[in-house]
């Protein structure tokens, strides 16, 4: 006789794309989800013989993936939202972010932005983001607050801003917050230095002690742009790759953000060293920072990870548009039509970013034992009929509008395109209270 397993919830689909090894595309299978992880992957006609669960939600036109990973973002910057587009990186930063950064955020709008981001990023499919910003702790407030999964930044940058005086007061703000709320279930940390033209060698070198002693990643902007290049010449001689090497810092702790200008020694240096690379198409295209060398990294192995940017300079929390773009961009910039296929792609949008993170034994993909981090997609509308291959539909002609769910950690945070967790009156509310703050002191 058959055992009966008692369970929270049974998502039945037309399919499961676990982002598997194999890279699997399982026809009407279903997710087994009891106390927050996955319990089992079957095929729908035989779970009810396995499982009796609490709850039965049919996704017969739908495909489940794991939740996407933006692993870079700024997502409390969304309040700057078109703020000042169509500008080049180092006068958008000095004449208007930074500026504004100094009049008006604090814990309030740190919290309110974050709140604003992950409503945009579940909606989007998005279950954990890895944000550097000030205020960290009002970022976790927000994350918790949800229930979304989210890696917190330890910002440092060596100049003064409203949330700390120097270089050691990130540092010591950040570390108590990590201690505070380490462990949870939900979170995990990163050092953020902001990039190698504010972040001095020896501050860099505090963060490399503490990061081997604290065992998490290093988060920085690295080669975005020929300026930071040029800076990195004047100042200390060398290109800032050179740079990290010298101090210690390139290794699989590294989580380099952007690596839009490398030349073929800084490439083998990454695959050397193990380090992470994160690609952010819309925000290097945006700022005419140019074209990261993704084909090449892949080409030696680099693992690659998906991340947004911040709103205020791409203008979308989208995942979704992010793998279109790269992969778009990988065939055009290679001249193969075969790099970066589209399987490749939603890796890139989801293990690859939780092995970046050092989370992929949590979430990433869908697993046994595995956190329930799941995304639905809806494959009603017409312009996805036919439908010969789903995986192609995700990353060629699916867009964020088609996410129906969302389950972190087997909490539903989307359910028929609706938040369950958040309230969308009082996230405008909030949102145009602050437009009208930085409208008004412009």
Known sequence: ?????????LIEARWVIPVDAQQS??????????????????????????????????LNNHALIPGLVNAHTHAAMILMRGLADDLPLMTW?????????????????????TRLACAEMLRSGITCFND?????????????????????????????????????????????????????????????????????????????????????????????????????????????????QQLGLLGPGLIAVHMVHLNDNEIQLMRQHGC?????????????NGFSPIPLLLDNGVNIALGTDGAASNNRLDIFEEMRLAALLAKATSGCADTLP????????TINGACALGIDSVTGSLERGKAADITAIDFSDLHLSPCYDPVSHLVYAAGREQVSHVWVNGKILLEDKQLTTLDDAELRRRALYWESCIKSSA
Not at 26 to 42: C, E, P, R, S, T
């Open 25 to 58: 595309v399982l026809d009407n299978h279903a997710v087994a989800v009891h106390q927050g992880n996955i319990a089992d992957i079957l095929p729908s006609h035989t779970a009810h013989t396995k499982f009796n669960p609490k709850n039965t939600i049919n």
């Open 342 to 349: 589209a399987y490749q792609a939603l890796e890139m949008a």
């Open 132 to 244: 550097m910003y000030f205020f960290p702790e009002a970022i976790a407030q927000g994350a918790l607050d949800i229930g979304m999964r989210a890696a917190i930044g330890m910002i440092a940058i060596d100049f003064p801003t409203p949330y700390a005086s120097d270089a050691d007061d990130y540092l010591t703000k950040g570390v108590a917050l990590r201690d505070k709320l380490h462990p949870n279930p939900l979170l995990s940390f990163c050092f953020a230095p902001h990039a190698p033209y504010t972040v001095s060698n020896q501050t860099l070198t505090h963060i490399l002690t503490y990061a081997e002693q604290l065992e998490v990643p290093i988060h920085i902007h690295l080669h975005e742009t020929t300026d930071e290049i040029n800076i990195g010449m004047e100042s200390h001689g060398m290109r800032p790759i050179e740079r990290m």
């Open 1 to 9: 006789m058959t055992h009966i397993n008692e369970i929270d919830t």
């Open 276 to 288: 992470h690379v994160v690609h952010c198409p819309s925000s290097n295209l945006k700022l005419a």
């Open 93 to 113: 930063l000095n004449k208007y972010i930074w500026p504004t950064e100094n009049r008006h955020v604090n814990e309030s709008f740190v919290l309110d932005g």
